[in-house]
């Protein structure tokens, strides 16, 4: 009697030892299901894209501020705590970002929770640095949309790394958002193909070197790349006034969150209007709120591209 009575507790200890463990098992299952996974990002391309990948899948942020000009960029200490806490950070890398390695470094951060998109796409070399002995690459990468394209597809499989259990959410978001960057690609590629004019002028920087590599269109800038230079001499406009005319061009360009200035004075002068291409680096505050994406900014530089090559 004593001796069954004693195997009847055992029986009881196991079985509540096993009940322990499965539930256990099951609540750690289910909070790495629901762990609020967070992906910070730079400047609006890379934070777009990962938006547009994770959907409601992760929490996204960007540590440029709307409105922000994208190159003055300086991380707060709540800006580098959001880095050291995010389970993936995107970044763009190149010059303006320099500040980035610098914080990865010092704070130990695995490589496994970065992307660097840089080191994803075929690089260009800057057009004002041919005199310096080291190449500087163009960091504005994600203005061809092609490059888009292929960042999306990394931040995907990068994201499938980390979180497998939401590969599908993951791969169907971006499935459909490189589709509509495929459309827009082809929109660009009809454009220029159907265009009289393959020349674009901008009163303003130029970032936009790998759109203009992907379409085959040439161009003439106020200031090459995106130089700290914000106003123009008088032989600059007067360079930009002759390429205006000799191209007989209806549309002078200018950048995102720029002043108009420059193009104002050259489209003045030749009779032309000045309309904006966006390059995506930053979109205005009522925009970010709005939830405007790149491939909005895009569809509408399709609309812009065709009123400056006609
Ligand atoms: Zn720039």
Redesign the pocket.
């Known amino acids: 009697m004593k001796r069954s009575y004693k195997n009847i507790v055992l029986v009881l200890v196991v079985f509540v030892i096993l009940i322990t463990g499965i539930v256990a098992l099951v609540i750690n299952l289910k909070s790495r299901e629901n762990k609020h996974y967070t992906v910070v990002t730079s400047n609006f391309a890379s934070y777009d894209f990962a938006r547009a990948v994770t959907g409601d899948a992760a929490e996204v942020k960007m540590l440029l501020k709307p409105g922000a000009e ?2 003055d960029f300086e991380p707060t200490p709540e800006d580098i705590i959001d880095i050291k806490n995010a389970d993936l950070f995107v970044y763009i890398g190149g010059e ?1 970002e320099e500040w980035i390695e610098k914080i990865l470094e010092s704070n130990n951060i695995s490589p496994n929770k970065t992307l660097e998109l840089m080191d994803e796409v075929e690089l260009i070399e800057e057009e004002d640095s041919y005199s310096t002995e080291e190449a500087e690459y163009d ?2 990468i994600w203005t061809s949309p092609k490059n888009a394209i292929m960042i999306v597809q990394r931040i995907t499989d990068k994201l499938a790394e980390i979180n497998p259990q939401k590969v599908d959410e993951y791969t169907n978001n971006a499935n459909k958002y490189v589709e509509r960057l495929s459309k827009i690609d082809e929109k660009f590629q009809e454009i220029v193909s159907n265009a009289s004019k393959n020349e674009l002028i901008f009163g303003d ?1 130029f ?1 936009f070197l790998y759109f203009v590599r992907e379409y085959g269109l040439k161009y003439t800038a106020a200031f090459p ?2 130089s700290e230079q914000t106003e123009a001499d008088a032989a600059t406009i007067a360079r930009l006034i002759d390429r205006a005319k000799a191209t007989n061009t209806k549309v002078i360009l200018k950048i995102e969150l720029t002043s108009d200035k420059i193009a104002k004075t050259i489209a003045e002068t030749v009779g032309a209007t000045v309309m904006e291409f966006s ?1 995506a ?1 930053n979109v205005s505050k009522a925009d970010f709120e709005k939830g405007v994406t790149y491939a909005d900014l895009m569809e509408q530089n399709t609309k812009v591209l065709e009123e400056a090559l006609r």
């Open positions: 994208a190159h303006s960091e504005h920087r970032p790349g995106c390059a680096h």
